[in-house]
């Protein structure tokens, strides 16, 4: 008896997926990080060979278990807030906020020619479509098979596998909007979204025919890529009276799960912080045990900085003791990696969209008012800041 089996994808290439961008934490649960890029849209790409299959394992990963899927159930055993302590009062913290908390709106002016342009030559140069791999296992039942199981899959044994790929795909005959799913995805007018696809050469445009879902995938991120370093090229700010409330630091803090937040901390606005991943953590630790440090907080998801990708939050603002450091107020962004090969492009294009706004911030307030950098440590943070 022969059967066919759909795609096959690794666990293990979804598993480094969400270890690479801090979508899993180190007991392997998927964290608040990964649902909040989802519901915003700036979800990391994901690997190659996994593009194809992109709604599969999105609906594989949304079906892991998460603290951060759960309803809110009351529990008056444990404490359900996390209350700003003395800290927050601290002259240091609020000549650290007056500094930082600073509102502009951005301008990008670019010419959609140029964007064409550069689009053309990337598409033509970068974009390529994988065609689509099927597994086939060809089986026999075995003897004296149970109903037990076949429901447990145990009723064939496998006796070969082959792997097969079609140029072209079995969905080539279903007709797609290919210019209005480009728009779309570059928020781009059809008009642009035309002249790029008319632009690109035969050979790679031909690749539609191949795997339309995935040419459609690659054009768009490679579009929005062209797209991110000319924002960055033409992008300026323009500081407003509007500031935040300060009642974003009280805002949510009793939907956090401080269980498992560790010790109690010295030098932090709150108590207890939730960190995000491994990096944060270690960062913390040693973060609220130096002496160079007088108050710190993990910015509340409500400081946002608006971009053209996105609004960008950034991660901790620190006031260290004056005279012990040539920065005194800074504005941290942890990453692990530094590298351009580990960043995706939406998340290089926010750290570059908010250098410009501090940058803008310091020349209309005050020279190096607020230093404002991305670490992948400590140690890195007090490189800059000496």
Same mark, same amino acid.
Request: with cysteine; glycine share 4%; hydrophobic share 35%.
């Given at each position: 008896?022969?059967?066919?089996?759909?795609?096959?994808?690794?666990?293990?290439?979804?598993?480094?997926? =969400?270890?690479?961008?801090?979508?899993?934490?180190?007991?392997?649960?998927?964290?608040?990080?990964?649902?909040?890029?989802?519901?915003?849209?700036?979800?990391?790409?994901?690997?190659?060979?996994?593009?194809?299959?992109?709604?599969?394992?999105?609906?594989?990963?949304?079906?892991?278990?998460?603290?951060?899927?759960?309803?809110?159930?009351?529990?008056?055993?444990?404490?359900?807030?996390?209350?700003?302590?003395?800290?927050?009062?601290?002259?240091?913290?609020?000549?650290?906020?007056?500094?930082?908390?600073? @509102?502009?709106?951005?301008?990008?002016?670019?010419?959609?020619?140029?964007?064409?342009?550069?689009? #053309?030559?990337?598409?033509?140069?970068?974009?390529?479509? $994988?065609?689509?791999?099927?597994?086939?296992?060809?089986?026999?039942?075995?003897?004296?098979?149970?109903?037990?199981? =076949?429901?447990?899959?145990?009723?064939?044994?496998?006796?070969?596998?082959?792997?097969?790929?079609?140029?072209?795909?079995?969905?080539?005959?279903?007709?797609?909007?290919?210019?209005?799913?480009?728009?779309?995805?570059?928020?781009?007018?059809?008009?642009?979204?035309?002249?790029?696809?008319?632009?690109?050469?035969?050979?790679?445009?031909?690749?539609?025919?191949?795997?339309?879902?995935?040419?459609?995938?690659?054009?768009?991120?490679?579009?929005?890529?062209?797209? !991110? $370093?000319?924002?960055?090229?033409?992008?300026?700010?323009?500081?407003?009276?509007?500031?935040?409330? &300060?009642?974003?630091?009280?805002?949510?803090?009793?939907?956090?799960?401080?269980?498992?937040?560790?010790?109690?901390?010295?030098?932090?606005?709150?108590?207890?912080?939730? $960190?995000?991943?491994?990096?944060?953590?270690?960062?913390?630790? $040693?973060?609220?045990?130096?002496?160079?440090?007088?108050?710190?907080?993990?910015?509340?998801?409500?400081? =946002? &900085?608006?971009?053209?990708?996105?609004?960008?939050?950034?991660?901790?603002? &620190?006031?260290?003791?004056?005279?012990?450091?040539?920065?005194?107020?800074?504005? !941290?962004?942890?990453?692990?990696?530094?590298?351009?090969?580990?960043?995706?492009?939406?998340?290089?294009?926010?750290?570059?969209?908010?250098?410009?706004?501090?940058?803008?911030?310091?020349? @209309?307030? !005050?020279?190096?008012?607020?230093?404002?950098?991305? #670490?992948?440590?400590?140690?890195? =943070?007090?490189?800059?800041?000496?």
């Amino acid at each position: 008896m022969k059967f066919q089996v759909g795609p096959v994808f690794s666990g293990q290439v979804i598993y480094k997926y =969400l270890l690479k961008n801090d979508y899993s934490d180190d007991a392997d649960r998927i964290t608040g990080t990964y649902h909040e890029a989802k519901k915003e849209g700036t979800l990391a790409p994901l690997p190659p060979e996994l593009k194809a299959y992109a709604e599969q394992v999105y609906q594989l990963i949304d079906s892991v278990f998460s603290d951060s899927q759960m309803f809110e159930i009351g529990d008056d055993r444990r404490p359900k807030k996390n209350p700003l302590n003395s800290n927050f009062e601290k002259r240091e913290f609020k000549e650290l906020w007056s500094r930082i908390n600073r @509102k502009a709106a951005y301008s990008v002016d670019f010419d959609s020619v140029e964007l064409v342009k550069k689009a #053309v030559a990337e598409l033509d140069k970068s974009l390529r479509v $994988t065609p689509l791999q099927y597994t086939i296992q060809i089986g026999e039942q075995v003897d004296q098979v149970t109903a037990d199981a =076949l429901k447990s899959g145990d009723g064939f044994k496998v006796a070969e596998t082959t792997v097969e790929y079609n140029k072209q795909s079995i969905h080539s005959a279903v007709k797609y909007d290919l210019i209005g799913k480009i728009a779309d995805g570059t928020q781009l007018t059809r008009r642009t979204t035309a002249d790029i696809l008319k632009g690109i050469s035969v050979a790679v445009f031909a690749q539609f025919r191949t795997n339309p879902e995935s040419f459609i995938a690659e054009a768009v991120r490679l579009i929005n890529e062209q797209k !991110a $370093t000319m924002i960055i090229e033409h992008l300026a700010y323009d500081p407003v009276e509007d500031k935040f409330d &300060i009642d974003i630091f009280t805002a949510g803090q009793t939907k956090q799960d401080f269980s498992k937040a560790g010790d109690k901390l010295k030098r932090h606005i709150y108590d207890y912080v939730v $960190t995000d991943s491994g990096i944060e953590r270690k960062f913390v630790e $040693t973060l609220d045990t130096c002496t160079d440090v007088i108050v710190y907080a993990k910015l509340p998801r409500g400081f =946002l &900085i608006p971009t053209p990708v996105g609004d960008y939050n950034p991660d901790w603002a &620190i006031s260290f003791k004056e005279g012990a450091v040539k920065h005194v107020y800074f504005v !941290a962004e942890t990453k692990g990696s530094m590298s351009t090969m580990q960043l995706t492009k939406i998340e290089e294009t926010k750290i570059e969209c908010a250098r410009k706004f501090f940058d803008e911030m310091n020349r @209309k307030y !005050a020279p190096e008012n607020v230093k404002y950098d991305v #670490v992948k440590s400590f140690d890195k =943070l007090m490189d800059l800041v000496k």
